[in-house]
């Protein structure tokens, strides 16, 4: 075989385990909560943790109202905050890093999470914004 035959070999093997790699994260992210409307995500905002998930610049320029934030960044040593009785509704700016969020609340065990469909960009309820 020649050299460049290997490379390519190899080439094609670390793209397939990268492809393998975004697929078992997008099937784990999908699994971890479920995803609501926003019709749906307002109708028992009153009951629930409603968490913010960007970073405090981002909250701070404009949130739904209610919203607690604790950006991913910090999620991993300030997730202790969310209560695991209440059910937890995540959202972020699309949907990304709410996704990460709720894998690692269901590694945590948290049972009731749920993720906003089209994130805060997607939101026409009501927000609070800095003045």
Not at 13 to 30: A, H, P, Q, S, W
Not at 83 to 99: E, H, N, T, W
């Amino acid at each position: 075989m020649s050299g460049n035959l290997i490379v390519n070999i190899l080439l094609a093997l670390v793209l397939l385990g990268m492809i393998g790699y975004e697929v078992y994260g997008y099937f784990n992210r999908k699994r971890a909560a479920v995803e609501l409307s926003e019709e749906d995500f307002k109708k028992d905002m009153r009951k629930v943790q409603v968490i913010d998930v960007r970073e405090k610049a981002e909250f701070d320029a404009g949130h739904i109202l209610g919203a607690r934030n604790i950006p991913y960044s910090a999620f991993k040593t300030r997730m202790v905050e969310i209560r695991k009785d209440i059910p937890v509704y995540l959202y972020d700016q699309k949907k990304a890093m709410s996704g990460r969020a709720a894998v690692r609340l269901k590694k945590a065990g948290y049972t009731e999470i749920y993720r906003l469909k089209n994130g805060y960009q997607g939101w026409t309820g009501k927000v609070k914004k800095k003045s």
